[in-house]
């Protein structure tokens, strides 16, 4: 079975704090992404990554930097978390590759973040 | 840019059949997926659809297509309370193939 796990299931931080999220995926898939979900907005993407050391910026990327430096793993970080980054963070990844790609993305469960 | 729309919720009766449907205007779409998103947890992938069919059924969930409208529905058979949860609508092209487009989702509230 494809796993995706993300580091924290429940996280709680202080405005002002640099925020590590974490992501590691077994099946060797090219492509990472991370999400926000929000209450009535869906599912937004604030980045992405298709290689190592390859990044691309999604739909909400301010106030986020990520960080890819192994296949298997993609970090998001907060660099200075304020109230309004308060969301659930869903992680996920898909095959793909020069050859093609993927129909299914497979997620992580979520961890929610709540800045105080 | 592209769109996809889906009601925000919907509730029926356990036993009964739940319909979801969806609208996309991205008329180079190539696939078109539904997931599901249980309380709690990570989205997963129910069933998706190429935009050359018209029709698929996998056990209780049969996937329409209308291409014409963009319009792409899901419906559950014999719905039951395990299958309350949102379903989001997604829909990717050969063009932008790393990134798939999501409705807001629709949350299905089954009854006993």
């Known amino acids: 079975d494809v796993k995706v796990t993300q580091s924290s299931r429940y996280l709680v931080k202080r405005t002002g704090e640099k925020v590590f999220l974490e992501c590691v995926q077994d099946m060797d898939h090219e492509n990472m992404f991370w999400y926000r979900q929000d209450p009535g907005l869906g599912l937004r993407l604030i980045y992405f990554?298709?290689?190592?050391?390859?990044?691309e910026k999604g739909d909400i990327p301010e106030g986020y930097s990520v960080s890819r430096e192994k296949k298997e793993r993609f970090s998001l970080i907060l660099e200075s978390a304020s109230t309004n980054q308060t969301s659930m963070y869903l992680c996920?990844?898909?095959?793909?590759?020069?050859?093609?790609?993927?129909?299914?993305?497979?997620f992580g469960q979520g961890t929610r973040l709540t800045v105080v | 840019g592209e769109d996809v729309e889906q009601s925000l919720f919907l509730s029926v009766r356990e036993g009964d059949s739940s319909v979801i449907n969806c609208t996309y205007t991205?008329?180079?779409?190539?696939?078109l997926y539904w997931y599901k998103q249980e309380p709690g947890a990570g989205l997963q992938l129910l069933t998706y659809?190429?935009?050359n069919m018209d029709m698929k059924q996998d056990q209780r969930l049969t996937v329409l297509l209308n291409k014409k409208d963009k319009h792409l529905s899901l419906r559950i058979a014999d719905t039951q309370t395990g299958d309350s949860a949102i379903y989001f609508c997604a829909e990717a092209n050969a063009g932008n193939n790393r990134k798939l487009i999501w409705g807001l989702g629709t949350s299905l509230a089954v009854n006993p």
């Open positions: 991205d008329s180079s779409s190539t696939y």
């Open positions: 996920a990844s898909s095959h793909g590759g020069l050859l093609g790609w993927s129909t299914e993305a497979f």
């Open positions: 990554s298709y290689d190592v050391k390859m990044k």
């Open positions: 659809i190429f935009s």
